[in-house]
């Protein structure tokens, strides 16, 4: 009998977490679209695990306890609902922009970043930002891969701009969270202009473990509210 009852007094407490699977690029947003949320559902925890979309992907083929699925790249959201891991079409929440941020350099135009000597870059095979940056160098004829030093993701390739290296390819997102406002655009950091690269569209899914979960539902038609959207807007990401 007292075991049933820790059973029912603890059933409230976990009915109402979910958990999310987030691409690193959103991990400057996702505290404030998830503070936003927590206005409108306070009783929701909401549990973040980062990652690439490709690790993040691999977790979810493995049972990982996931309910929501952020992605940098749409092709991992549609493999994930062809497969069954999903029971919502992928639909894209946001684009994203590249940018290049070199805090201990100046760079008023995106001739200065084949200047540098060290470049980092979220691997292109990986990470959808560092396709972008590579697709950008082909589409400016620039060879700079003595220059490169290649990351795993684009949090990776931030922390080596602030201590290892000239500069970085990175998501324009990184560059409004609050510890890095005082690096100023062209100054510190450039926008690279989207014509280099092909969209960089984000993409979410509900995944199917929680097909009955009204919160993880209720997170999912947030992330998709003009709230949100307002929010995404203010980390630079484009929103229409």
């Known amino acids: 009998m007292k075991k049933l009852l820790f059973f029912l007094l603890l059933t409230p407490l976990f009915a109402s977490q979910i958990t999310i699977a987030v691409a690193t690029n959103v991990s400057y947003a996702i505290k404030s679209l998830v ?5 409108l559902y306070p009783d929701v925890n909401v549990r973040v695990v ?6 993040l992907t691999a977790q979810i083929k493995n049972h990982a306890p996931y309910d929501v699925f952020l992605s940098a790249n749409m092709k991992y959201p549609w493999y994930l609902y062809k497969n069954g891991y999903a029971f919502t079409r992928p639909v894209v929440y946001a684009r994203g922009a590249l940018a290049f941020f070199a805090p201990k350099k100046t760079v008023n135009s995106i001739e200065d970043i084949k200047n540098l000597n060290k470049i980092a870059m979220p691997n292109p095979s990986l990470a959808p930002y560092g396709k ?3 697709e950008f160098l082909h589409n400016k004829w620039w060879d700079l891969h003595d220059k490169i030093v290649f990351t795993e993701t684009v949090t990776q390739a931030l922390s080596y701009a602030l201590a290892a290296t000239d500069g970085a390819f990175v998501a324009k997102s990184a560059l409004f969270s609050p510890k890095m406002k005082k690096y100023k655009e062209g100054v510190h950091w450039i926008e690279i202009p989207s014509k280099y690269y092909e969209p960089i569209n984000q993409g979410i899914v ?3 473990r929680a097909k009955s979960n009204k919160n993880a539902a209720a997170f999912y038609t947030y992330m998709l509210s003009k709230r949100a959207a ?4 203010k980390y630079g990401y484009i929103v229409k």
């Open 206 to 208: 509900l995944l199917s």
């Open 35 to 39: 503070k936003d949320f927590n206005k």
């Open 132 to 134: 972008a940056a590579q």
């Open 230 to 233: 307002e929010i995404l807007e």
């Open 50 to 55: 980062l990652g690439s979309s490709g690790k």
